[in-house]
């Protein structure tokens, strides 16, 4: 057991060390290109051509100048939050996200465009549907938009309309605004006896995995609690670790981002054989309560239900949102250190509280 944790150790300090060397070689990637429409820049990028199709992926400032034309699509992302200009002539839609984003006079995109940064300035011609969200908005006198307007995340008084016939704009929806109130309801409902089949499902399949995770649980809760927020804050340095790899070197980032991937997907996995452990504990409270004799895919299932309906219901109103999302994770946090603790119930503990076979 004590090989396998310095082992653990050894190849996350490998992953960290192999980051910050790569990221300390600062290697000019302005003419790195994968076919020819896809760009990763370290320094400054200007584009002054014709393209069919534009992807830049840049960590300063990129620029469309004045004159320039793509055919197609485009895509530009200033990973540090460098600023983004565009001053060219697009044919279809332009995806951009970054720091300040400014869509110039002879800016002109004949399809939707999509804005994510701080300040947003849009002073050119758009065709399509315009999405904003940022910290601040500026809608010039010399804009000419001819498609609806969202604004997403940006208080009202951020808004600079100074067009002389504005036409307002939408906010984007958030999920509990979405559809109508049966179908909220009804998602959630069907999401919480989704969770319940899962629970019930787990522990008929594995009965003797979830003992062990249940037992550890039991006898060392507060140690498990310990063990899930550290593994949690890990994944949130290796985020932050994500980051600034992304910003100091794109193509890094994006070497490094398959492998964030693969270790959040078995964290994902590892919390969830958790969490049905804990659904499995709730059920076998409630039936001991209401004096039943239920098996364990029973109590599993009720547990589930009890554990999944009030935190989806939550998450329908933006109100408690935050709330239902701090509850999950403290529950997140316990099963995932019971099962990393049993290995995922591969590991035997002492005793076990339910027999089946």
Known sequence: MRSRRILLLIFLVVIVVMIVLLAGQRRDLASMQLGSNIVFANTPFTFTGE?????????????????????????????????????????????????????GQTSVIEGETSLVGAQLTVKGHIGGALTLSGSGVTLDSSAQLNGPIEVCGVQSDAVDDLRESPTGFASCKTFADQGSPLSQWIFAGVAGISFAGLAALSVALFPHQISQMEDVIRRRPRGMFGLGLATLALAAGLSGILMIALASG?????????????????????????????????????????????????????????????????ALFPTAGLLAAAVAMLLCALGLGAALHTRLGTRQTRRRFFVQG
């Open 51 to 103: 393209r069919d199709s534009l992807v830049v992926i840049a960590s300063d400032t990129i620029t469309l100048q004045k004159g320039s034309q793509i055919n197609d699509d485009v895509a530009l992302i200033a990973l540090s939050g460098a600023p983004i200009v565009v001053d060219g002539h697009i044919l279809g839609d332009l995806t951009v996200m970054g720091g300040d984003v400014f869509l």
């Open 250 to 314: 794109p193509l890094l980032g994006i070497i490094l981002t398959p492998l964030y991937l693969i270790l959040i997907a078995v964290l994902g996995a590892t919390g969830l054989a958790g969490t049905v452990t804990l659904a499995l504990m709730v059920g076998d409270w409630v039936v001991r309560r209401l004096g039943w004799q239920s098996p364990p895919m029973v109590m599993a299932m009720i547990g589930g239900v009890m554990l999944a309906l009030p935190l989806l219901l939550f």
